[in-house]
């Protein structure tokens, strides 16, 4: 099957009004129950039920019975990037502007850690991504380029020091150095193949570790003193 005809079949599950509002609702890695996302989607419970039915069977949400309850939260990373990515599409400007939009009401909301570290599919999101973006910009490893970064020989220097040898990778379809912005603080923080890469090296190294069923990174002591080194703070 061509994966061009996943786009409108996934396209036609987000463009709903109340199926957006839910899936809205479920951004923070969050498990709700159906009465909360219809009442979050101001829909009845009958029309709840459809529409979360589809997410469902459109691989957007997963759900689990708890008595005569039934709840639901985002099926995957893949999908929780793609909300995201949606969601911040407009903040988008190709610029590193160092002026901060105000946060929407749902962020202020939110856990302080999921705001502060999470994933975002394959890479690190949240305050800690950010501020490790502008660390890498402000110690040259990484230069704008065009609306991504290009690595500096002096950020292959570094890389190799943390154990990435960046110099081996071979050009791809994927975007080496990606610029993507972050849906909680409304900046950049970095994708691609440098920015999974790094979310490994984390784990691996157990500077994070992750919360089941979640996707709230936990900064270790380990962790805490590396990112102090990074950060220069």
């Not at 407009?90 to 856990?111: E, F, I, K």
């Not at 972050?182 to 090296?201: C, F, I």
Request: aromatic share 6%; net charge positive.
């Amino acid at each position: 099957m061509d994966d061009a005809q996943n786009i409108p079949r996934i396209a036609a599950l987000l463009a709903d009004p109340a199926r957006a509002a839910m899936l809205w609702t479920l951004i923070d890695g969050t498990t709700r129950p159906a009465g909360e996302l219809a009442f979050a989607a101001n829909v009845s419970a009958q029309s709840a039920s459809a529409h979360l039915a589809k997410l469902v069977d459109g691989g957007l949400l997963m759900s689990q019975a708890h008595g005569r309850h039934r709840y639901f939260r985002i099926a995957s990373t893949e999908a929780a990037g793609l909300i995201e990515s949606m969601a911040t599409l407009g903040a988008v400007t190709h610029t590193l502007d160092a002026r901060q939009p105000p946060q929407p009401a749902l962020v202020r909301s939110m856990p302080s850690q999921f705001v502060h570290a999470r994933t975002c599919y394959d890479h690190l999101a949240g305050e800690l991504a950010v501020q490790l973006l502008d660390a890498m910009l402000k110690d040259k490893w990484l230069e704008p380029e065009a609306k991504d970064f290009r690595l500096t020989a002096h950020g292959h220097d570094k890389l190799a020091e943390l154990g990435i040898d960046s110099r081996q990778h071979q050009p791809g379809r994927r975007v080496y150095a990606r610029c993507c912005i972050d849906l909680t603080q409304r900046r950049p923080h970095l994708a691609g193949v440098l920015g999974a890469e790094l979310l490994a090296l984390f784990i691996r190294e157990a500077w994070v570790l992750r919360s089941a069923g979640s996707r709230v990174l936990s900064i270790t002591p380990k962790g805490q003193q590396a990112f102090r080194q990074i950060l220069g703070s």
